[in-house]
Nanobody
Framework: VQLQASGGGLVQVGDSLRLSCAAP????????MGWFRQAPGKEREFVAA????????LYQDSVKDRFTVSRDNAKNTVYLQMNSLKPEDTAAYYC?????????????????WGQGTLVTVSS
C-alpha cells in the first residue's frame, strides 16, 4: 500500500498550490495524517497534521498562517492548501499516516509514507 502525493510544481513567490495525498487504505478514516517536507541539504521537517475526523489540526509555526490541512474521508484523501508561498517553502513534500487518532508532529510516530511531490517557489 502506498500513499500517492501530487500537486507540486514550480510557482512564483506569493502563489498558491494545493497538494493532495490519495491513501487507498481501508482504515484511512481511523487515523491522523500528516505532511512533512525536506529541502535540499536539510533534514525532513514537520509541516502539518490532521486528526482522524478532521476537526483537529497541528501546524509548524512558519506555515500556520499560510497553509491549511484538510481531509475528505469519503475520498480517502488529505490535502495541503499552501498560500503566500515563499522561496523557503521549496522542498519535496511527503504525506504520511500515523496510528494515532490526533495529529502529532514527530516523524517517528508515522508508519506509512508516500513518495514526495516537489514544490519549487521561485523569486
Amino acid at each position: 500500500v502506498q500513499l500517492q502525493a501530487s500537486g507540486g510544481g514550480l510557482v512564483q513567490v506569493g502563489d498558491s498550490l494545493r497538494l493532495s495525498c490519495a491513501a487507498p487504505l481501508r482504515t484511512f478514516s481511523s487515523y491522523a495524517m500528516g505532511w512533512f517536507r525536506q529541502a535540499p541539504g536539510k533534514e525532513r521537517e514537520f509541516v502539518a497534521a490532521i486528526g482522524k475526523h478532521g476537526s483537529t489540526t497541528l501546524y509548524q509555526d512558519s506555515v500556520k498562517d499560510r497553509f491549511t490541512v484538510s481531509r475528505d474521508n469519503a475520498k480517502n484523501t488529505v490535502y495541503l492548501q499552501m498560500n503566500s508561498l515563499k522561496p523557503e517553502d521549496t522542498a519535496a513534500y511527503y504525506c504520511a499516516r500515523t496510528r494515532r487518532i490526533t495529529p502529532v508532529r514527530e516523524a517517528g510516530l508515522y508508519d506509512l509514507w508516500g513518495q514526495g511531490t516537489l514544490v519549487t517557489v521561485s523569486s
